[in-house]
């Protein structure tokens, strides 16, 4: 089996959340570090948008200093995400390995096939919608998005736990062509979680359990030997100059 970091964070700062997956992907590509599962939180509330994206298109600014929600530009591609009441992953291994197809389509599909295992553990009717989004009867339940850089790929997403109608529908500014498109009337009626599905609270035993399995999961579908892990020292180091980056209004709010 391939040795594989595995990297379980307490909830974090939007900045630090992404300084650390960026300290990841360029460890694996300077130092012979082993690849990596991150499955994390986010502390509060916090939007992210793609790295090509025009934050004036998607994102409602107004309402987002006026509820202090940070807005962090991602190093990856993909649409604008509410990161709020969900588990975030991040997938990060050498585009030379054998276990990830080269196709960008392939290696979404690929990647989030254990989480669409994990998920029917719990629910009917949970598909892949390419390029990169997990449904149940068409509404999103999970998205992900993906950078290729220095001979390393990282994929990361989300699994929607409950949904903040309010915050939803104020923070983001929704295609609406895109949304007719698909059949919905609205976002919120485009979406779906984990509460809606199964119809219980999410608790920290629920989220436990589904962690559990979610490892359990990429393991299987990978023949992965995880290491329990964090960042190195070198690593680390990365991190804290990439926090600072994506704490500012230089890099975030960039056309």
């Not at 994206?53 to 107004?62: R, S």
């Not at 291994?93 to 990830?100: H, R």
């Not at 290729?148 to 915050?167: F, N, S």
Request: net charge neutral; proline share 4%; glycine share 6%.
């Amino acid at each position: 089996m391939d040795k594989f970091r595995l990297i379980v964070d307490p909830p974090l700062s939007g900045p630090i959340n992404m300084a650390k997956d960026h300290a990841i992907l360029y460890g694996i590509s300077h130092k012979e570090l082993l690849s990596a599962l991150r499955i994390y939180r986010w502390v509060e509330p916090t939007v992210t948008i793609g790295s090509s994206e025009n934050i004036n298109l998607t994102v409602n600014k107004n309402y987002c200093d006026q509820k202090n929600i940070p807005i962090i530009r991602r190093e990856s591609g993909g649409g604008t995400v509410l990161h709020h009441k969900e588990l975030t992953y991040s997938f990060t291994i050498p585009l030379s390995s054998n276990l990830i197809p080269q196709s960008v389509e392939e290696s979404f599909k690929r990647i989030v096939s254990p989480i669409i295992n994990t998920l029917k553990m719990y629910i009917d009717g949970v598909e892949y919608r390419p390029v990169n989004d997990i449904v149940i009867n068409k509404r999103k339940i999970s998205g992900s998005a993906q950078t290729r850089k220095y001979g390393v790929l990282q994929q990361h997403g989300t699994v929607i736990m409950e949904i903040d109608d309010e915050i939803l529908t104020s923070a983001i500014c929704y295609d609406e062509y895109k949304l007719v498109n698909r059949g919905f009337s609205s976002p919120r009626q485009s979406l779906t979680s984990l509460k809606d599905e199964v119809g219980r609270n999410i608790d920290e035993r629920f989220i436990e359990e589904f962690v559990t399995s979610l490892i359990s999961n990429f393991s299987k579908e990978f023949g992965l030997n995880f290491v329990n892990s964090d960042i190195l020292e070198s690593e680390n180091t990365v991190m804290k100059t990439y926090e600072k980056k994506f704490a500012s209004e230089e890099w975030n709010m960039k056309k």
